[in-house]
């Protein structure tokens, strides 16, 4: 079984995000972003923590998870301390994982877990299913394991896939009794990291939370078509949107003045010479998602700092002059 190969297809819809993702990371490699800026680092750190635990239920927040990494007292409930006390631990190990060593994985497991699972760091000796997906009987998971990691260091396919078909194939494998999202969605970000340590500046996991019924359902469409493509396809998209994201931050003071102007202000001096432009054209200007745009809009709005006349399709905007 050493020649296992995971089941997938390259779609004209993979290969455009892969080529949009690249062109990302260049412009991201120029960018003032890059340059160390520990808060930034800390800031998106938070932000992944948070998200991988919301997932899970857990919503102690990016508030108290700071508190935590800064030493302070919070409330909560055991489970709740041990579980954040557990990723604030395996995500600060990101880059020392050796991506391909199954034993890496395993201490990432042991450490994350270590205070909520007697078996942390072991696979399970119990069957388990989630929703309609049952999944391999535990005599498997061993062997299931190591022909996944053996194929993750051989095969010569891309990295950026690489991550994504292993998060899929080991979810599906499921091989620990619990910790398996959190495990799946840090070793995709040790993967990543191991590609380019950009990667480890973006806060995937709560752009993952921000759509997390498509995460679900993107594991059980490709559960359902018996390959990985499904969640290829979402899994980019969210690298996407998180490296999208990451370029239009509020960088803190202590970065160089050569940062460029806030996207809000952006789209303020924007729309002031042409009050008619749409979400689309102001997306496809600030090399941005549509989505992401309208959220910007919104916080305009709340800042009573742009109204809008009329309807989207035959309106126009109106800046709020103080």
């Known amino acids: 079984m050493n020649n296992y190969t995971p089941p997938y297809k390259i779609t004209s819809k993979i290969l455009k995000l892969s080529t949009q993702i690249s062109e990302e990371l260049t412009k991201l490699q120029f960018s003032s972003i890059t340059k160390v800026n520990p808060m930034l680092r800390k800031k998106n750190r938070i932000k992944t923590l948070a998200g991988t635990l919301e997932i899970e239920g857990n919503f102690l927040g990016e508030e108290k998870i700071t508190s935590i990494i800064d030493g302070k007292k919070v409330l909560g409930s055991v489970k709740e301390l041990a579980e954040v006390q557990g990723a604030i631990k395996a995500y600060d190990k990101l880059e020392s994982y050796r991506y391909d060593e199954l034993d890496d994985l395993l201490l990432a497991h042991k450490i994350l877990m270590d205070e909520i699972l007697t078996t942390a760091g ?18 498997m998971v061993s062997d299931l394991m190591t022909d996944l990691f053996t194929w993750l260091k051989n095969s010569d396919e891309h990295m950026l896939l690489k991550s994504c078909i292993f998060h899929y194939e080991f979810e599906f494998i499921h091989p620990f009794s619990d910790g398996n999202g959190r495990i799946g969605r840090l070793w995709q970000s040790v993967i990543l990291n191991s590609y380019n340590p950009l990667f480890s500046l973006l806060p995937t996991e709560s752009i993952v939370r921000d759509h997390q019924e498509e995460y679900y359902k993107a594991i059980e469409n490709s559960t359902e078509q018996g390959e990985s493509t499904p969640f290829i396809e979402f899994m980019l998209e969210m690298i996407l949107e998180s490296m999208q994201n990451i370029k239009n931050v509020n960088v803190p003071n202590s970065v160089p003045k050569n940062v460029p102007i806030k996207r809000l202000d952006k789209i303020i001096e924007i729309i002031s010479e042409n009050r008619a432009i749409t979400i689309a054209e102001l997306a496809s200007l600030l090399d941005v998602t549509d989505k992401t745009i309208k959220r910007d ?26």
Not at 127 to 135: K, L, M, R, S, Y
Not at 299 to 320: A, D, F, N, P, Y
């Open 297 to 322: 809009i919104a916080k305009l709005k709340e800042q009573h700092r742009l109204t809008r006349v009329g309807s989207l399709k035959s309106g126009h905007w109106e800046i709020v002059h103080e």
């Open 122 to 139: 072991s696979f399970r000796s119990v069957n388990v299913q989630v929703g309609e997906h049952i999944a391999p009987q535990p005599s």
